[in-house]
């Protein structure tokens, strides 16, 4: 068996897919399995021992190719995706939910290829073939409400189930830095100074703070910076009497050294990054602070014991909070709420709990309702009662005029009648976030209709809205309301 994993975001995303490829090693001990990643993040798969082959492919010289038509390859990229289809792989699972990886996809294996992941019809528009994909197109990302976490989604999309073990490092790997590094510390806490984009950083002047203030009321802590070259240039402003308790080896790493660092470490303080996903495969606990334009719920990290400092922007992150968090941490005390703590437990849905932040529940509730068959959550709030009944009343409208085409008494759906429900959509949308998920999956689902004889697009489109009507037929007509709300009779 031949099994092709495609990753083509950057590092953190590549760290994520680590327990996937050795759940499928595990699973598929004698199976081939290659990997495909950008040649600008290759380093992140290397050390990997379950990956047998990698294809690294160099996006930026073949992006405008990689998104034409199958007959406007480049030479060279036309070269690569002949070898990379001359080892015939009987599945190749897409990991990277993008539109360019899409393309990719699509113009690799054969006939009898399964392919997991997106994709393209033959029209050329996005194919979405698997439901956790479609979970992911309609539900992840940023001021959306999904909480199953990115590592969870891709386990599902490649039908594998996660054990403790396929979170693993190697012993060779970590030894690549245990020679290097013989100058650590005995015990001390890690700090990220850096991260992959400006927007997850913490300003020079607050690492000051949070190191001096760390360095004042913990008399026997030591610091070891990592980050970019320099990332740690305010470091020469510590006070002469902490200075040897700071070891700064920022720009002297390369990536496989971070893995020993970390795991020496007793604490790893970062951003959303690709050390907090080094230290969920090693299960080294973390403190990582979080903003409100990242997604803990869907990158964080996974270490038991680990914590999220969340708060709305970078600049509300305060020396004297985070550092109290960390402490509590050190001694092995409960953290002062608020606060966002991993749970251990891998068969939840859900990787966090928690205490003191204000939660979009009922959104999440839906999420899992719709896509994992968990009870529907009670409704409480007219106006959302409201919306889904509108949207009911529409919908009905559409399956009465489709069942009349369907029994020849007119061609088409009126025009009207179309809009009607693709405006309602829109301004609930819009209105009223508690039908978002409702929304965003419709609209998943009749972008996954593809192109096909029309009497097969007709019966999927009506497939979906008798789907919603279903959805929606739980809080309009049922008992799931609260008793301050009027049941539809």
């Not at 940023?142 to 976490?149: A, K």
């Not at 709420?337 to 859900?350: D, H």
């Not at 009922?362 to 509108?390: C, E, H, M, R, S």
Request: glycine share 4%.
């Amino acid at each position: 068996m031949k099994i092709l994993i495609m990753q083509l975001a950057r590092f953190g995303d590549i760290f994520q897919t680590w327990p996937i490829v050795n759940s499928l090693r595990r699973n598929y001990p004698q199976a081939q399995i290659d990997f495909m990643c950008r040649s600008t993040f290759a380093s992140a798969a290397r050390p990997l021992a379950s990956i047998d082959k990698i294809w690294p492919l160099d996006i930026a010289t073949h992006i405008d190719q990689i998104m034409s038509s199958k007959d406007n390859k480049s030479e060279s990229l036309d070269q690569f995706i002949s070898e990379v289809n001359a080892e015939e792989y009987d599945q190749i699972i897409n990991l990277s939910f993008s539109p360019l990886s899409s393309y990719l996809t699509d113009s690799l294996g054969g006939e009898q290829t399964r392919i997991n992941g997106y994709t393209r019809h033959e029209d050329g528009y996005l194919s979405i073939p698997d439901d956790p994909s479609a979970l992911f197109y309609g539900q992840v990302g940023v001021q959306r409400y999904n909480r199953i976490h990115i590592t969870r989604l891709f386990s599902a999309v490649a039908e594998v189930d996660l054990i403790e073990s396929d979170w693993q490092v190697s012993e060779d790997l970590l030894a690549i830095g245990a020679l290097k590094f013989t100058c650590l510390p005995k015990s001390f806490v890690a700090l990220h100074l850096g991260g992959s984009t400006e927007d997850k950083k913490l300003s020079s002047q607050q690492w000051l703070e949070i190191v001096q203030n760390t360095l004042n009321t913990e008399p026997g802590i030591r610091l070891v910076a990592l980050g970019s070259k320099g990332e740690g240039h305010w470091l020469d402003q510590i006070s002469e009497e902490h200075k040897g308790r700071v070891l700064d080896l920022t720009g002297q790493t390369e990536l496989v050294d971070l893995f020993y660092i970390i795991h020496q470490s007793q604490l790893l303080l970062a951003p959303d990054s690709a050390l907090i996903h080094i230290a969920s495969l090693l299960n080294k606990r973390c403190l990582n602070f979080s903003f409100s334009h990242l997604n803990f719920w869907e990158t964080g990290p996974l270490a038991e014991g680990s914590f999220v400092h969340w708060r709305p922007n970078p600049s509300d992150v305060k020396a004297s909070e985070l550092c109290l968090d960390m402490q509590s941490l050190l001694r092995e005390q409960d953290l002062p709420t608020p606060n966002i703590k991993v749970l251990s437990s891998s068969s939840e849905a859900c990787s966090y709990e928690v205490s003191g932040y204000e939660a979009n529940e009922f959104q999440w509730q839906l999420i899992k309702a719709i896509y994992l068959g968990d009870n529907f959550p009670i409704l409480d709030d007219i106006k959302v009662y409201t919306a889904f009944k509108q949207l009911a009343e529409l919908t009905d409208m559409v399956l009465r005029d489709l069942e009349m085409v369907k029994q020849g008494q007119f061609q088409n759906i009126p025009l009207e009648i179309v809009n009607n429900v693709e405006q309602l959509i829109l301004t609930l949308e819009k209105m009223i976030p508690e039908v978002r998920p409702v929304i965003w999956w419709f609209n998943t689902e009749r972008l996954r209709i593809g192109p096909g004889p029309d009497q097969e697009v007709f019966d999927s489109n009506y497939n979906v809205f008798n789907q919603l009507r279903t959805i929606l037929a739980v809080y309009v007509g049922t008992n799931l309301l609260s008793p301050q709300l009027e049941p539809d009779l």
